[in-house]
């Protein structure tokens, strides 16, 4: 029962590492967006 315990934690481990990734990288496409869009506003 221990040793399930441990690859269960292992496990929401590993994916709360994949969740924290995937929102850092969404996050920093949106911005990445919103900095394009006000960039072009300053250009025009």
Same mark, same amino acid.
């Given at each position: 029962?221990?040793?399930? *315990?441990? *690859? ?6 590993? &994916?709360?590492?994949?969740? *924290?990734? $995937?929102? =850092? $990288?969404? &996050? $920093?496409?949106? =911005?990445?967006?919103? $900095?394009? !869009? !006000? =960039?072009?506003? *300053?250009?025009?």
């Amino acid at each position: 029962q221990f040793g399930y *315990v441990k *690859v269960r934690f292992r496990g929401l481990a590993k &994916n709360t590492a994949q969740l *924290v990734t $995937l929102f =850092a $990288l969404s &996050n $920093l496409w949106m =911005a990445r967006r919103h $900095l394009l !869009t !006000t =960039a072009g506003k *300053v250009h025009l």
